[in-house]
């Protein structure tokens, strides 16, 4: 029997963009997958029901009640989970770090969930990953926010009234976010430099036309991501950089370190020694925030004149893109498992396996086991 995927709108305030686009729907049916949608799926990001072709519309229960396979960019709620069926799947960010009552609800649903989270960063994962895709619409954004902040041109100008010198901007973190956040401020015109702890990202860096600052600091970790620094090292990196920012009109700030609280690297102090009117700009802001000073969802302005903006829901900010490559994401995930209309899971396939959060009423990644036995 084919099998019956089901998209919700989604109800956390703020988030515009949808699992499924019309796109993936149409790639979905044409795999032999049935699909049904709450009505006004897409209406957050533009996609109008009627572009879901040979898609049936319906009410949340109704949809929830049939899912085979629910797909979300939110975790579901409890209520949603409730009301699945014993033993469906479901896909998408489902934060397992946070809410120890959803994975337990999870489990006790016999619901086998995916927290694309979890996804291992290999090659072959590349196309599944939500992490990177949706970074790369947070850096886009966070520089386009600070530019609009900025009291000055980001490019350098040549004019009758005289020359404008470029702006120069920071960013701090190259890792997917960071990279996209320094290729946007130079299309823009500006002078731009990046920093991070890990030493192969000067390479990206430069071959993205920006300058890699070198503030004498690595800290390579495991798998391709930093590791937390020890006191000393932060303290070196905290000294090199308050000499440095100085200098800057606009810094963006992306480091994180997986698992953790994001890394403080600007200090109240710091700010205080930078230009009046600089603008900072704090992804990081969400998850604890790299600027000492920084509130998620606020603007805050120093008393030196230095603007913070702690971002939150950046990649709603660009819901038709972001929900493209997320949907698309989802889609080479569930494409591993699906023949013939046919869900059938390989847990052979290390990208099944290690993605599972909950399956058969068990907990499945092991962090996560011991935060709701903890809890
Ligand atoms: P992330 O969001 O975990 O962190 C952002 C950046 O912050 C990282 O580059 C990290 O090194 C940096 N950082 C952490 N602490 C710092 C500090 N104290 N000071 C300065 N910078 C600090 O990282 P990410 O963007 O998700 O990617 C991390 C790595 O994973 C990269 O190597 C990336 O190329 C790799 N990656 C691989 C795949 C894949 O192969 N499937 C996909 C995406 C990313």
């Avoid at 946070?98 to 994962?125: G, N, Q, Y």
């Avoid at 230095?306 to 709603?316: K, N």
């Amino acid at each position: 029997m084919a099998t019956t995927i089901v998209a919700l709108r989604e109800t956390v305030p703020g988030e515009r963009r949808v699992a499924l686009t019309p796109e993936v729907a149409k790639k979905l049916r044409a795999k032999g997958a049935r699909i049904v949608l709450q009505d006004g799926v897409g209406a957050t990001a533009y996609f109008a029901d009627g572009a879901y072709a040979d898609c049936e519309v319906s009410s949340a229960p109704d949809a929830l009640a049939q899912a085979d396979v629910l797909l979300t960019v939110q975790p579901p709620s409890l209520e949603q989970i409730a009301a699945l069926r014993e033993g469906a799947v479901v896909i998408g960010h489902l934060q397992p770090h946070l809410a120890p009552e959803r994975t337990k609800a999870l489990r006790d649903r016999r619901i086998t969930s995916f927290a694309m989270e979890l996804l291992p960063r290999t090659t072959r994962a590349q196309a599944m990953d939500v992490l990177s895709s949706q970074a790369a619409v947070s850096g886009y954004k966070a520089v386009l926010i600070a530019a609009e902040a900025a009291p000055k041109f980001f490019p350098m100008l040549t004019t009758a009234a005289g020359t404008i010198r470029p702006s120069k901007v920071l960013i701090v973190g190259a890792g997917v976010a960071g990279l996209q956040a320094i290729a946007t401020a130079r299309r823009l015109g500006a002078q731009v430099e990046g920093f991070d702890v890990r030493p192969e990202t000067k390479e990206q860096i430069e071959s993205l036309g920006a300058k890699f600052l070198d503030l004498g600091v690595s800290a390579a970790g495991s798998g391709g991501y930093a590791r937390e620094l020890t006191a000393e090292e932060r303290e070196q990196q905290q000294r090199a950089l308050a000499e440095q920012l100085k200098a800057f009109d606009v810094v963006v700030t992306t480091a994180a370190v997986p698992g953790r609280k994001a890394p403080r690297i600007i200090s109240a102090a710091m700010v205080a020694g930078m230009k009046p009117g600089a603008v900072i700009v704090d992804i990081a802001a969400e998850t604890g925030g790299n600027v000492e000073g920084t509130e998620a969802g606020r603007i805050v302005t120093s008393a030196n004149g230095v603007t913070l903006i702690g971002t939150i829901h950046l990649p709603s900010s660009a819901p038709v893109h972001a929900s493209e490559m997320y949907a698309r994401n989802l889609y080479n995930f569930l494409e591993l498992s699906l023949k013939d209309g046919a869900l059938t899971l390989d847990w052979d396939d290390e990208l099944i396996a290690k993605t599972c959060l909950t399956h058969a009423g068990e907990i499945r990644h092991e962090p996560t086991k011991v935060l709701v036995s903890e809890a």
